[in-house]
């Protein structure tokens, strides 16, 4: 059976730098880490930070336009 990971997602809200938080994620016994996008050079860094701790990056939320579509009956045009 594969050893359970746990995963924590990075969240720009909190007063700490993002690799500041990374650390932090990877200090408090978590293994992986996801990303919300927010532009390019913003994703490596973090992704270099998070590789720098010893993470896994799990995901990376993806951009998307017309979000409010997924819970509202409504039509968005592409």
């Known amino acids: 059976m ?5 995963c ?3 969240l720009s809200d909190f007063c700490e730098d993002d690799e ?3 650390f932090m994620i ?3 016994g978590f293994n ?7 532009d390019r050079e913003t994703l490596k860094k ?3 930070a998070a590789l720098k701790a010893g993470l896994t990056v ?3 939320h993806a951009p998307y336009g017309g979000c409010r579509a997924l819970w509202e009956n409504v039509d968005v045009e592409a």
């Not at 594969?2 to 746990?6: G, I, S």
């Not at 992986?32 to 927010?38: A, H, V």
Request: charged share 25%; hydrophobic share 35%.
């Open 58 to 60: 799990r995901s990376v």
């Open 2 to 6: 594969p050893k359970t990971k746990l």
């Open 32 to 38: 992986e880490i996801f990303f919300s996008f927010t």
């Open 26 to 28: 990877r200090d408090a």
């Open 46 to 48: 973090q992704t270099n």
């Open 20 to 22: 500041k938080q990374i």
């Open 8 to 10: 924590l997602g990075l």
